[in-house]
């Protein structure tokens, strides 16, 4: 089984201050089509989760642009260059080489 | 517009069976895999298993082989979660989702409102 860790696990930001937030998989997740298997969500508090990222980097239809993904292999990291408070929830990064697997969430609050 | 509707909440005792259900529409369903996701309350997401609508092959993540089982009725656009004896640890939100390409792994954009299942004696 692929698992997934992430760190911090919780994360307090300043608005207007960047953010980043690491995951790691257990093994490589470079598919021989030469992507990476990894995709990043958030849920915010009540909501049902929302893609942010796909195949590592590339980002999800209506995301804003000051979320970036970015790794290979078997360390990823999500990048918010500026965090808003609409951007507080849990994120979760998700390998979909065998299944599907979370890592166990990182909490963004504003601080 | 894509939209996956789930089956309404359930409050079950334990070693009752039950079925939930994810609807799809605006979309062509035979083609999109459909996965599950298990939450518990308080905590964080599960991946359950997926399946592909159009043959029904259905993948399980290991802790969840033998537990659930999830199926397919491509006339109605609709998949399936089902316990045949439910636990009290099987209380918790489930989600359906579905990718928003035709592989499992072009990211799963589109996604349920969620099925709270409470199992309580």
């Known amino acids: 089984d692929i698992v997934m860790t992430q760190s911090p696990l919780s994360l307090p930001v300043t608005p207007g201050e960047p953010a980043s937030i690491s995951c790691r998989s257990s093994q490589s997740l470079l598919h021989s089509s030469g992507y990476n298997y990894l995709e990043w969500y958030l849920q915010k508090p009540g909501q049902s989760p929302q893609l942010l990222i796909y195949?590592?980097?590339n980002r999800a239809s209506g995301v804003p642009d000051r979320f970036s993904g970015s790794g290979s292999g078997t360390d990823f990291t999500l990048k918010i260059s500026r965090v808003e408070a609409e951007d507080v929830g849990v994120y979760y990064c998700m390998q979909a080489l065998e299944s599907l697997t979370f890592g166990p969430g990182t909490r963004l609050e504003i601080k | 517009e894509v939209q996956l509707v789930q089956s309404r909440a359930q409050v079950k005792k334990p070693g009752e069976s039950l079925k939930i259900s994810c609807k799809g529409s605006g979309y062509t369903f035979a083609n999109y895999y459909i996965g599950w996701v298990r939450q518990v309350p308080g905590k964080g997401l599960e991946g359950m298993g997926i399946?592909?609508?159009?043959?029904?092959?259905?993948t399980y993540s290991p802790a969840f082989q033998g537990q659930v089982t999830i199926s397919v009725d491509k006339s109605l656009s609709t998949a399936y979660l089902q316990w045949t004896s439910l636990k009290a640890s099987d209380t918790a939100i489930y989600y359906c989702a579905s990718p928003q390409g035709s592989g499992y792994a072009s990211g799963w954009r589109f996604w349920g409102q969620g099925t709270l299942v409470s199992v309580s004696s």
């Open positions: 399946i592909y609508p159009g043959d029904s092959d259905t």
């Open positions: 195949l590592g980097s």
